[in-house]
Structure formats: C-alpha cells, structure tokens
C-alpha cells in the first residue's frame, strides 16, 4: 500500500494556504484590538472570543490544508469527515468567534444586510442549506465539481455562508437576529437532521460506487491532477485510489454515509442539551421570579 509521501510537502500541507490563513489571523487581531476604536460601539476582545475564532481558523486549515484534505480525495470516508465539518461544526465557532460590535459594522453595508436579513430567514436557511448539501452529494453533480478548481472551490464556500445562515438562526450574537428560542430551536435542529437524511441514505444503502471521482481512472487522475499538481501526478503513474487503501469502494463509500451522519447528529445532540439547558434555567429564573413576587409583594401605592 503507498504512502501519502510520493505527493510531495507541497501537496500535503498546502503552505500557500496556510499563508492567507495567517494573514486572515493577523487581520483580525489588526482590526479587533488595535483599529478597534475606529468602530462604534466596539468593546476588547475577550479570551473566548479569541479562541473561538483560532480554533476555527486552524480546523479550516486541519481539512483543507492538512494531509485530510489529500486523503478526501483518495477514500470518500474521509471526505465525508471534513465535509461534516466544514458546515456543522466550523460555522458555529467562526461566528462565535467574531465579535457582536465587528458583525454589527459588516452588516451595517445595505446589500449585505438585505442578503443576510433574507437568507437567516429560518425556514430559506434551513431549506437551503440542506438543498445545497444534498445537490453537491448528486453523483454527477460531484463528480463535475471535483474536475473543476474553482467549481470545488466556489462550491464548498457557497456551502459555507449557507451553513453560517443556518448556524445564525440557532446562535446569533446580535439579540436583533435572534428569530427563535426554546422549542422553535429544537423544531429547527429536527428539521435539519431529516433533511440532510436523504443524502447520507443514498451513500450508505447503494450497492455500488456511486462517484466516478474514485473509480473511474480518468476521474479520479483528473481530480488528483488539481489537488497535487498536473506534473506531480503524472510523473507518478498511478492508477487508481485502490493503491491507497484496502477498504473496497462501496464500503468506503458507506462508511463515509455513516461518519456524516453520525458527526451531524453528535452535534445536533451538543447543540440540543445546550438549548434545553437555557431553556431549563430560564423556566427556573422565571419560577424564583415569581415566588418572591409571591413571598415579598411589592406594597400597593
């Protein structure tokens, strides 16, 4: 079985990448502390805030810089991990990350605020979010956007602001864009993981390999040529991402069904305690609130 060494350290760790990663960092850290007074209304940055946003910025670079992303391309279980966790884990800790006075400022441009205010709209985010995940998961569909840099690329940010819009209805930090609470969220978290069912269904129950971007030869070398370079690959000779793994292709191709949903739901399960747990302590301030309204009675004027 080869190795993922004979693509080279250019195409493992993407250092071109992880340079526009560190300048999106610096940018940060540039508008956040130093040019922060330039903004109104705008406060420190806090330690979480901070950490949030790093940790978002090196799990983009962990599946799209890193080695991960090499093996996505050669077993589709692989892709199905840092797919998941582009839009479902990613966008809650990028936004998070950002601060409410620095959203405020971006959304203060009118065409952006007009997207935004459309698109966080529940029920157009959870439809469309879903609808994208499951068009990209479309065979022929992938396959097509595989062979093409800037389809894959465009594509996977499509997906990106479209899971940032279903993550805000869930996790706004601005209290003016907060559309629902309590059950509203659960109905919301219900809806997302019986939508995006279909999609891993197809994966897991089809009996054979569903994606020509790892059986078909020609495909497959087309993409491989994009990921690591037409002369790094042709000077390999390879034929096939069988080289690469012992695991056969509809077992790989299941397995990949099967990590999506499972990550989507432990997720969904995190998110869901943490809502029944504000609304828990919110039943319970609400309760104390009125049995002191009811022991200690405001003396009538």
């Not at 996505?72 to 998941?84: A, E, K, N, P």
């Not at 020609?218 to 993409?223: K, M, R, S, Y």
């Amino acid at each position: 079985m080869l190795t993922l060494n004979i693509f080279g350290f250019k195409a493992l760790w993407s250092p071109y990448f992880l340079l526009f990663l560190l300048a999106v960092i610096a940018a940060y850290f540039l508008i956040t502390i130093k040019l922060r007074t330039k903004f109104q209304g705008s406060e420190p940055l806090t330690v979480k805030q901070a950490s949030l946003f790093l940790t978002s910025m090196a799990i983009l670079y962990a599946i799209k810089g890193s080695p991960l992303d090499l093996m996505g391309h050669l077993m589709f279980w692989v892709h199905g991990i840092t797919m998941v966790i582009l839009v479902l884990l990613l966008p809650p800790l990028f936004i998070k990350g950002i601060p409410a006075w620095l959203w405020r400022s971006i959304l203060k441009i009118n065409v952006l605020n007009a997207l935004f205010n459309l698109f966080t709209k529940p029920v157009i985010a959870v439809l469309l979010f879903n609808g994208l995940f499951s068009f990209y998961h479309i065979p022929l569909i992938f396959d097509h956007i595989m062979q093409n840099r800037f389809y894959h690329g465009g594509y996977s940010f499509l997906l990106f602001v479209a899971a940032i819009c279903m993550w805000w209805s869930l996790i706004s930090p601005l209290p003016e864009y907060k559309p629902l609470s309590g059950i509203k969220k659960v109905a919301f978290l219900f809806a997302n993981s019986m939508l995006i069912t279909p999609a891993c269904a197809l994966i897991i129950f089809s009996d054979s390999s569903l994606y020509a971007t790892y059986h078909d030869p020609e495909v497959w070398g087309q993409v491989m040529s994009l990921c690591v370079g037409s002369s790094t690959f042709s000077n390999l000779n390879l034929s096939g991402p069988e080289l690469f793994s012992s695991m056969s292709l509809v077992d790989d191709q299941r397995l990949g069904g099967v990590v999506m949903k499972i990550i989507q739901e432990i997720i969904y399960a995190v998110v869901l305690a943490q809502v029944f747990f504000e609304w828990y302590r919110k039943d319970q301030e609400d309760s104390e609130r009125e049995m002191n309204h009811f022991l200690n009675p405001t003396p009538a004027e």
